[in-house]
């Protein structure tokens, strides 16, 4: 894989694609399709959970299959602030990222020390293992999940209404990628690319791998946590199977089309999916077939994703 | 030697049922180039592995700079002052040449920290101005912007020492850096040696004996895991075990 660099159009077309954004609930609200501020606001939470794995497998080269459980943790971590009588997001939005972070630096601090398979193995294990956790938790509601009482409110606005989720949500997206690109072509990024590129001269130039590794898979389960705090106020629900191994799964496939270490691989893998399914289960409730055989079409005509298509990296 | 720079005492290490090293002692004086010479399989690149902290000993233990640094990882050896090359190049080849220097130069600690977050590396001029100046050390100054993957073998062996030297060794340890050079390249590689060890300790593992006797000080024979002697060229040289073990092919 190359080193991540912008195409020249891809600032102005994000921007773009930004304003469109921000049209798109009045947009919706004047054809009437109100319905479906709430599919595109779901669209963009997974968007960034699928970037925040973007971070750990595209430019980390660290295959997770057990990202949902942050997601989960990041959504539970906002249930229970709710139930503990923190309603804003300014304050259960940081913890939920801070928990999940906290949670994917334990499990990363275990995990990185193996490769390959037995990462992905481990991970998977985590997961599972939080998963029958939460499964198992009376308190939180169990099999049933931990229903929110109503949205949260952020600065004092509600976001009750499905527009006010929607911004929010495009909001912490559009600073979400900021941030991921100025980072893969900051010193970190740079570092933690050529990591994924060749480990052993990385060490042998001085650089501590372990730690940058760690750092990001940690940073990674933080930007999960937050999707799935935005999760629980689109559903009004934490529950357990946003932890299931089924849901990491997803989130690979989504950054897997999208397109692994580019940067809007996530964005666009969540999109493609998503509009697929939900265009798909209309058609046929065997809607898995077709997204199957087009995942095959992806990883044999286009092998490094979507995203990929469209413009040409190099180092 | 309590004042050698680099003090290896009864290194041993074991392969399953093959002792690799057996309690090898050697050291390596600040300032000289010494040679480590022996046949294919006597654990050379094995014995590199250890000095560099790729590979831990079974007993035994190394010294550096006055520290014992047998447990250190790879990566704190080098912070410390060790540098290494690699037999088989190992350069980011999708890179350009500048590219892979700044890499070598940012992981420096006088460099500060990696973990930064915002600042586009392209923007710190610094860097980039440093790792010129290893190009030129090694005479790749036309060849800044060329992506590594398109430089020609020796080309990529000059890249990888400019690597290894931007981090600021007390130490070079070269793994066959003739390793596929032709003739001319080679005796380019000897002069670049050579110019470095005004500088710089070098530690050399190398096949070529024409290059070994023109730049070594001091030469050291390994056999089956064993060091069999150690002294001048000329001592090297006429030591009837090693003619025998080794260098009667050669000379």
Known sequence: MAFYRPASWQKPLSLLLLCAALALPSALAAFGQEFYIGFATRVLIFALAASSLNLVLGFGGMVSLGHAAFLGAGAYAAAICQQAGINEALLAFPAAMGIAGLFALVVGAISLRTRGVYFIMITLAFAQMAYYLFISARSWGGDDGLPLNGRMTLAGFSLADDAALFYAAAGLLALAMLFFGRLAEARFGRTLQAIRENETRMEALGYPVFRYRLVAFALGGAVAGLAGALLANLTGLASPNLLQWTQSGTLLVMVIIGGVGYLYGGVVGAAVLLLLEESLVGVTEHWHIILGLLLLAVVLFAPKGVAALFGKRRG | ?251
């Not at chain 2, 024409?210 to 150690?230: E, K, T, W």
């Open chain 2, 1 to 251: 030697m309590a004042d050698a720079l680099l003090d290896v005492r009864r290194l041993s290490r074991r392969f399953a049922a093959v002792d690799a090293l057996k309690a090898v002692d050697f050291s390596v004086q600040a300032g000289e180039i010494h040679a480590l010479i022996g046949p294919n399989g006597a654990g050379k690149t094995t014995f590199i592995h250890h000095v560099s902290g790729a590979l831990l000993p079974d007993s035994g233990s190394v010294h550096f700079a006055g520290r014992d640094v047998t447990r250190l990882s790879m990566h704190q050896r080098v912070r410390a002052g060790m540098a290494r090359s690699y037999q088989i190049t190992n350069v980011f080849l999708g890179l350009s040449a500048l590219d892979n220097v700044v890499l070598a130069v940012q992981g420096r600690a006088d460099a500060g920290s990696s973990f930064r977050f915002w600042r586009p590396v392209r923007d710190e001029t610094a860097l980039f101005d440093d790792a010129r100046s290893y190009l030129d050390q090694v005479g790749l100054s036309s060849k800044t912007g060329v992506v590594a993957g398109q430089l020609s073998h020796g080309e990529q062996r000059a890249l990888e020492l400019a690597m290894a030297l931007a981090t600021r060794p007390q130490l070079l340890l070269l793994d066959e850096p003739m390793a596929g050079t032709g003739p001319e390249e080679s005796a380019r590689m000897v002069e670049l040696i050579e110019h470095l060890a005004r500088h710089v300790t070098i530690l050399l593992v190398e096949h070529d004996m024409a290059a070994v006797f023109r730049l070594a000080d001091r030469i050291s024979v390994l056999v089956n895991g064993q060091l069999i002697c150690s002294g001048t060229p000329d001592e090297v040289k006429n030591d009837a075990g090693v003619r025998r073990a080794y260098l009667g092919d050669h000379l």
